[in-house]
């Protein structure tokens, strides 16, 4: 699960870098690695992170830094369906194709725009039901063989033909009883394909399977998290020492770890390395009393990619109790440390540190804190392989007085990118905190977080430093070489030999110089693209292709861009105008309890303004306020399942369908009495799950931090460790940063 939190700062050291100009014909896709497109970048972007390295680098040269300014859109396409736009096209065989919400994916030619075909899995709507964490989105598909393979919403794999889109198999990945879904993309690897699943945050239990690439039959299944000790570990050996690492009745809750992003298929070593999610419920103390570091949450965990078997595992957070998912992505490299070519796989995560490990081994190379400060931890165990030192006052379980954590989300899912010419690693990076009050009860929050209240001490004031920035960091010197406060932290990351980066940014696309990070170029594209764009070339021509979201819930849009480009997108509509005109308030108090439980379990994923997720309506201003009729035909009968509202009558019942209109009609009229309040309907809570996240002034910490509170317990690294000045507190944000803070959840 996942959270946003805002916006950056930088400086700009000179690293020297000669980029060479080129063609852009570099690649030839009849060459050696026609047999495997994605075992190196050409012309072509046969995977999501490019080639298996994902290193999001391609060595194409005709736009490059003394160019870039000369880009203009070549072609564009509209794409209907509403939700999270978050998916990496590819290119292959000169057919560009681009996943959409509700997993429909779209081919098209990739020079001149024509739709080729589309193929609709028809995914159970009623999945956002009860089943759905996040966001109704899609990460991409993978290629293997003549074969365009994705995972959809409703956790099946399926495979067509990539000329024609003809249906070719298709598995259920996931157990159709259970609260899984899948938001992730697939990677393959000599003829496996790799995939997880979200669903932590209903109390599911994480795993990782292999599927052949030909057939889409079952390979191997690898359990994230030991299940009841009774069922003998499920032939995993590992999972009887790992079970060792918990207390309780662990897996009556699920126990988490799932693994809904960050995989990565490494020929050299033939292994499968991926990241796991957090613990569930969160607080450590709720799901496993008395301690422990519960293996495999929170950790990164490399298979032998043919079996599925155990190789190494490195935790990245023992006993996480703060949402640190560790799910971002991986990057290999060969990189050059103490004059020892190392074969590694980096990964900065949600904790706010970038991990280099011996890609083979598992062995920790250096494990380095990318923001100013974390307080989740005081220092590392170098001589344990890098194991971290938790900071005892961080665990609200253990404690009973919340703890406002830093950081939160210092990097999500969005796709970090490698330059080898420079090699430096450039990060989309986040600065923020959350505020956790521990809640035992799991019969009134099902992830163990209260949903009232406020910690009883006040935040940690996070110094200076901005909220949001794109940097360059250098593995070897282990410090950042640049930052940038007009890059972003919410948006994937592309690098060229051109000595380019492209970065989005709100609804803009921007350039940078790769080894200064100096804008060079800003496009408004009208459109916001959260993941990396990519770069191929046809007929010695490169070009450049994103998918983002357009508006609040209208669509999306394919941009392809190349030098010279004339192509006039037109505006996105304006969005529908809402009024507010509530009828009187009605119910009891038990009636609106109940109404806003209800609510917040099965509605605000969607439609509070304030979590971002899938940009639908603000029901304070829906017409079906002033209806019961109407409302349960809404609801309860799916009246505008084709609009993506489908039917809530397997979540609840009549009775509760009214109970949330009640507590709807009541916020709509605190709205319309006192209009300058403003916010989502939620009013001043935002997350999910009762989660609250930090946000007392540009440089505050969480709900906390008022000057009456006492201030929380110290430990830390960073600005936070023994002996570091106090960071000063009443600055302003920069001029161009993100929003602040905003929080927002992605599976």
Not at 238 to 249: L, P
Not at 272 to 301: E, H
Not at 400 to 422: D, M
């Amino acid at each position: 699960m996942r959270r946003l939190i805002s916006v950056l700062a930088g400086t700009g050291l000179v690293l020297a870098v000669v980029a060479c100009e080129g063609t852009g014909n570099e690649g030839d896709s009849n060459s050696a690695n026609a047999a495997d497109p994605a075992a190196a970048v050409t012309d072509q972007w046969a995977a999501p992170g490019g080639d298996h390295s994902e290193q999001r680098h391609s060595p194409l040269t005709q736009i490059n830094a003394t160019n870039v300014q000369q880009l203009g859109v070549a072609w564009y396409a509209e794409l209907p369906e509403r939700g999270g736009y978050q998916g990496t096209p590819l290119v292959v065989d000169g057919k560009l194709i681009v996943t959409t919400p509700w997993s429909k994916v779209y081919a098209f030619d990739a020079k001149t725009g024509k739709q080729l075909w589309k193929y609709d899995p028809k995914v159970r709507r009623e999945i956002v039901a009860g089943y759905l964490c996040c966001n109704v989105a899609n990460r991409g598909a993978a290629y293997w063989n003549g074969k365009v393979i994705w995972a959809t919403l409703d956790g099946r794999l399926v495979a067509v033909d990539i000329d024609d889109g003809k249906h070719l198999w298709e598995s259920q990945t996931t157990d159709t009883e259970k609260a899984l879904s899948i938001t992730g993309a697939p990677r393959i690897g000599n003829g496996v394909v790799f995939i997880g699943q979200a669903g932590a945050e209903y109390l599911q239990r994480g795993y990782l399977s292999g599927w052949d690439a030909d057939t889409g039959k079952k390979l191997w299944h690898w359990w994230a998290v030991p299940g009841n000790p009774a069922d003998d570990f499920e032939e995993q050996p590992e999972m009887e020492w790992a079970a060792k690492t918990w207390n309780g009745e662990w897996w009556k809750s699920g126990g988490g770890g799932t693994v809904w992003d960050g995989i990565l298929y490494d020929p050299q070593t033939e292994l499968v390395i991926f990241g796991t999610g957090n613990g569930s419920p969160w607080p450590a103390g709720v799901r496993s009393p008395g301690g422990g570091d519960n293996l495999f949450t929170a950790s990164i965990v490399a298979l032998h990619a043919k079996t599925g078997k155990y190789a190494w595992h490195y935790q990245t957070t023992p006993m996480d109790s703060w949402d640190y998912d560790n799910t971002s992505p991986f990057t290999v490299a060969d990189i050059v440390i103490g004059g020892q070519k190392k074969h590694v796989v980096m990964q900065a995560p949600k904790n706010g540190f970038l991990y280099v490990i011996e890609a083979a081994t598992g062995k920790v190379l250096s494990a380095d804190l990318i923001v100013p400060g974390a307080n989740w931890l005081t220092g590392f165990d170098e001589k344990n392989n890098w194991k971290p030192i938790l900071n005892p006052h961080a665990d609200p379980g253990r404690t009973g007085l919340g703890f406002t954590v830093v950081p939160l989300q210092a990097h999500l899912w969005y796709p970090q990118a490698f330059n080898p010419q420079t090699g430096l690693l450039y990060i989309p990076t986040r600065y923020g905190s959350l505020t956790i009050v521990a809640e035992p009860d799991l019969t009134k929050s099902m992830q163990g977080i209260a949903t009232g209240g406020q910690s009883q001490l006040a935040a940690p004031n996070l110094g200076d430093e901005p909220r949001a920035y794109l940097q360059a960091w250098d593995p070897v010197k282990r410090a950042a070489a640049w930052k940038s406060t007009e890059g972003s932290g919410s948006n994937g990351v592309l690098s060229t030999a051109g000595n380019l980066l492209f970065q989005g940014n709100g609804t803009n696309l921007l350039a940078f110089r790769a080894d200064t990070g100096e804008k060079l170029w800003t496009s408004a594209l009208g459109a916001t693209v959260g993941a990396a764009f990519i770069t191929y070339s046809i007929d010695g021509v490169q070009y450049l292709a994103g998918a983002g979201g357009v508006g609040r819930n209208l669509g999306g849009r394919l941009f392809v861009l190349k030098l010279g480009g004339t192509v006039e997108v037109p505006p996105p509509p304006p969005p529908v105008q809402q009024v507010l005109n509530p009828p009187a308030n009605f119910g009891d108090a038990a009636l609106l309890a109940r109404g806003q439980e209800k609510y917040t379990q099965h509605c605000t994923i969607c439609h509070e303004a304030r979590r971002n997720i899938g940009g639908f309506p603000d029901l304070r201003y829906s017409p079906f306020l002033n209806s019961e009729a109407g409302f349960q035909a809404v609801v309860m009968d799916g009246a505008l399942s084709e609009a993506g509202m489908l039917s809530f009558s397997k979540a609840f019942g009549r009775e509760e369908a009214e109970a949330i209109r009640a507590h709807l009609v009541s916020l709509a009229n605190t709205l319309k009495a006192a209009p300058q309040l403003g916010g989502g309907p939620g009013g001043a809570r935002a997350g999910g799950g009762g989660v609250r996240a930090g946000g007392a002034g540009p440089r505050g910490g969480g709900a906390g931090a008022a000057a009456t509170l006492p201030p929380q317990l110290g430990g830390g690294m960073g600005i936070f460790a023994e002996g570091a000045p106090a960071p000063t507190a009443g600055t302003t944000a920069p001029s161009g940063q993100e929003p602040e803070p905003t929080v927002e959840m992605h599976q």
